[in-house]
Nanobody
Framework: QVQLAESGGGLVQAGGSLRLSCTPS????????FGWFRQAPGKEREFLAS???????RYADSVKGRFTISRVNAKTPVNLQMNSLTAEDTAVYFC????????????WGQGTQVTVSS
C-alpha cells in the first residue's frame, strides 16, 4: 500500500517562497510518477506539476517558472519549491502518486494548507 505524507505548508507573505515535501512509504516503487495538486475553497482540484521515475517533469502553465518539482532519488522526498507566491496560491496542496503508464493518480496524501497573505 502506497502512503504519502505532505509537509511544509504554512503561512507566508506575498512574494515569499515555500517548499513542500511529499514522503512516500518505503515500498513505493521507484518507477511511480508523483504529482502535486491544489484545491482552493470553492474551486476544483488543479494539477500543478509531476515528476516521473526517470525524473521527467511537467508543469501547469499557471505555475511554470515559479514552481519547481524535484526529487534527488527514489529514497528521498518529492519536493515542490514555490516562489513568488501570491494570494491566489492559497489552497490545500496535495501530493499524489500513480504507477508508470497509468493515467490516473491512485494514491493521495492528506494535504497541507498553504496560506499567502497579501
Amino acid at each position: 500500500q502506497v502512503q504519502l505524507a505532505e509537509s511544509g505548508g504554512g503561512l507566508v507573505q506575498a512574494g515569499g517562497s515555500l517548499r513542500l515535501s511529499c514522503t512516500p512509504s518505503l515500498r513505493t516503487p521507484s518507477s511511480y510518477t508523483f504529482g502535486w495538486f491544489r484545491q482552493a475553497p470553492g474551486k476544483e482540484r488543479e494539477f500543478l506539476a509531476s515528476i516521473s521515475g526517470s525524473r521527467a517533469t511537467r508543469y501547469a502553465d499557471s505555475v511554470k517558472g515559479r514552481f519547481t518539482i524535484s526529487r534527488v532519488n527514489a529514497k528521498t522526498p518529492v519536493n515542490l519549491q514555490m516562489n513568488s507566491l501570491t494570494a491566489e496560491d492559497t489552497a490545500v496542496y496535495f501530493c499524489a502518486a500513480k504507477p508508470s503508464g497509468s493515467d490516473v493518480f491512485r494514491y493521495w496524501g492528506q494535504g497541507t494548507q498553504v496560506t499567502v497573505s497579501s
